[in-house]
């Protein structure tokens, strides 16, 4: 799970013991900190395949396309995409897939864009994406302005540079007349942001039946991040319910707020004493709540919506477990302290569900792109987040996410910006991690 799998066991154990918490993470960061290149044997890999002539002419071929993809990621920008509502947009991104050339473009049941590029072999599949969806509601202007360099419009960063960089990546392969040995698919995925839940990400590694073999998601822009590990989380929303009455008349039935601060204590004390134990980060979230009618009413109602997450299932599911016990907890003493009236009932509902996995640093598809990274005059920095990359990492599919170049900032806010610095790199860089992934024939 982490990186420190790598440093010899038994000093480093000795030296975890003899540790504070935080000088334990101090430790794990400068692990990732040593082992941040990559090994010889990727970098000879990476240098070899980009000194190949097609792809020193499909570079050059990206740098020509300058104008093309600013075009394209202004165009795309301006169709909204709102949660659970990315039709239009992928019908669109669809439609420019197949004017580049694909050898078959389709959408799948979830609302997914895919194209699949055959390879001269076949038997393998790797997949490349970018997401279509915002976090921005129906109705946001997503109007682009325009000023000197910087392009501005909600979600301009986060995801719709990817989909630019996509188009023109397979432009240049095609122009060039690059051709793989496994089949390509490039997609549009559904489904990311929020409540989205990764639905798209759930469809193509499960009913689409694509067999894929690796993944590649183009998230950000930061051309020296490498995402491979998964945060995972549960989201739940839960209420306590009964039957409400007069603050002063019904004195004596359950009270529901009174459920849900206990269970809220409960929770928070337990996971709290969990999480501060070593191990990999971990978090938990009371992070909406609501119920009740007037100052003189005893509520019908109390609910609250919870987050947590963690780079280890393990965890996740310890805190998850704390919640679940300290609602019943919470439940049972007011129900047995109640005086008269029916009792206290309670509804958990889970709203979100995202699988944790990943973070061997030896994986192939880390080092390579550890190595693309290099070869591009940049600093390989690995990080843990949650990201489309969760659930081929949660199934022990090789994945990673990377950024699409360009300098972006204010992702999920109305402020929104995008400038095109060194642009093209996090293009080129997505191309030889594709063809290095997919082997050129
Ligand atoms: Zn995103």
Redesign the pocket.
């Known amino acids: 799970m982490n990186p420190n799998k790598k440093v010899k066991a038994t000093g480093f154990i000795a030296l975890m013991l003899t540790l504070s918490v935080s000088q334990v993470e101090a430790a794990y960061m400068r692990a990732d900190r040593q082992d941040s290149l990559a090994q010889p044997q990727y970098v000879k890999e990476i240098v070899k395949l980009s000194s190949n002539a097609k792809v020193k002419k499909a570079f050059a071929t990206i740098a020509d396309l300058e104008a093309e993809t600013r075009a394209n990621h202004i165009l795309l920008t301006e169709i909204p995409a709102p949660p659970f509502k990315e039709e239009r947009r992928a019908k669109k991104f669809a439609e420019m897939l197949r004017v580049v050339g694909a050898d078959s473009v389709w959408i799948d049941a979830a609302g997914n864009v895919i194209a699949k590029r055959k390879g001269a072999k076949g038997g393998k599949t790797i997949l490349i994406e970018g997401?279509l969806d915002t976090v921005f509601p129906e109705g946001t202007d997503v109007k682009v302005e325009t000023r000197g360099d910087t392009l501005a419009a909600p979600g301009i960063g986060?995801?719709t540079r990817a989909l630019a960089v996509l188009l023109t990546m397979l432009k240049a392969m095609n122009a060039v007349e690059i051709q793989t040995e496994a089949d390509v698919l490039i997609a549009g995925t559904v489904g990311?942001?929020g409540q989205g839940d990764l639905r798209g990400m759930k469809q193509l590694f499960g009913k689409d039946g694509l067999k894929i073999d690796a993944h590649i998601a183009i998230?950000?822009t930061s051309t020296d991040r490498i995402v491979n590990r998964g945060v995972g989380s549960h989201r739940y929303h839960i209420a306590y319910k009964s039957d409400g009455g007069h603050s002063y008349g019904s004195f004596g039935m359950v009270n529901t707020h009174v459920a849900l601060g206990k269970a809220i204590a409960y929770w928070s004390q337990d996971a709290e004493a969990y999480i501060a134990q070593p191990g990999p980060k971990t978090t938990y979230s009371v992070s909406v709540i609501g119920g009740g009618t007037s100052v003189n009413s005893i509520p019908f109602e109390a609910w609250m919506e919870v987050d947590m997450r963690s780079e280890s299932d393990e965890r996740l599911q310890k805190v998850d477990g704390y919640l679940q016990s300290a609602l019943q907890k919470a439940l049972k003493e007011v129900n047995e302290g109640k005086k008269f009236g029916n009792d206290l009932t309670l509804e958990v509902k889970m709203m979100g569900n995202r699988p944790s996995g990943g973070g061997e640093l030896t994986a192939p598809l880390t080092q390579r792109m550890m190595a693309v990274i290099q070869q591009s005059g940049g600093t390989p920095k690995l990080s843990a987040s949650s990201?489309n990359a969760n659930v081929p990492l949660s199934l022990g599919i090789p994945s990673i996410t990377i950024g699409g170049g360009g300098l972006a900032h204010g992702?999920h806010s109305l402020g929104e910006w995008f400038v095109n610095k060194d642009g093209k790199v996090g293009i080129q860089n997505a191309l030889l991690i594709l063809l290095a992934e997919a082997g050129l024939n």
């Open positions: 997401h986060d995801d990311e942001e998230d950000g990201t992702a």
